[in-house]
């Protein structure tokens, strides 16, 4: 049995979400449909992270068992199947016991906000017109480089049985016409990066101190986060995995 890593991208805005789900069209389903048609067989697809409804991906990954060899042609011919908003960058053989997800180290994602209303940002960024202090905005994500339980930024029910992670990013940046907040970890907690964003708008906007934004993080209390933040501004950007 052959191991293989599919490398994706999409446009989360049509779909229920990654992980397949009852009544509801997502991007697990919607490629293992692809595999199946192309090969006439079924497969489940295992994911390097599961994002939201609503949520894009740059990159994530896939990982399958197959007897079938794959490959370069039958990328051509998994994208010739597939909706125009997910496509498929790469097959690539790996070991038997390389993982999409347990195997990845570092995981990388990006949120976009715009202050200005753009037709063409609707799905991909969240309007959001209020006045935002760069400064405030920048100095919270650099406190949170300071920490590594982040219990108060995690939603309820979350089956985890530790809520440490290791930043090695955290900053605001702007990127055309968009804030853009950049976030780069060993890993990422249910809800964690909205919980995030939403969280130091409020320091940006002056509703919460420096001070307050410390609080919030010891607290260790979900119910202190601010997780109103939609998805639509929230990408994956990119997947690490150890060097062969």
Request: glycine share 4%.
């Amino acid at each position: 049995m052959l191991r293989y890593f599919i490398e994706v991208a999409y446009k989360g805005t049509q779909y229920s979400g990654f992980q397949s789900q009852h009544n509801a069209v997502s991007i697990q389903s919607t490629v293992e449909d692809a595999l199946q048609t192309v090969f006439k067989t079924e497969f489940k697809l295992t994911c390097s992270s599961r994002t939201d409804a609503g949520v894009h991906a740059l990159q994530n990954f896939f990982h399958f068992d197959s007897e079938t060899p794959l490959n370069l042609k039958n990328v051509y011919n998994l994208n010739s199947v597939l909706p125009r908003d997910i496509v498929i960058r790469d097959i690539v053989l790996k070991e038997t016991d390389a993982h999409a997800r347990f195997s990845a180290t570092h995981r990388e994602y990006k949120y976009h906000i715009t202050r200005n209303r753009n037709p063409f940002l609707t799905e991909t960024a969240w309007f959001y017109p209020y006045h935002l202090d760069f400064d405030l905005l920048q100095q919270a994500a650099a406190i949170l480089m300071e920490y590594e339980d982040f219990t108060s930024f995690s939603k309820r029910n979350t089956q985890v049985k530790t809520f440490i992670c290791k930043l090695m990013v955290s900053k605001w940046q702007y990127d055309n016409d968009c804030l853009v907040y950049n976030v780069k970890a060993n890993r990422f907690l249910r809800g964690m990066v909205r919980g995030l964003v939403g969280t130091m708008l409020q320091v940006g906007r002056g509703l919460i101190s420096l001070d307050g934004f410390r609080k919030i993080i010891e607290a260790k209390d979900c119910t202190k986060a601010n997780f109103s933040t939609p998805p639509t501004g929230l990408f994956l950007v990119e997947v690490t995995y150890p060097s062969v």
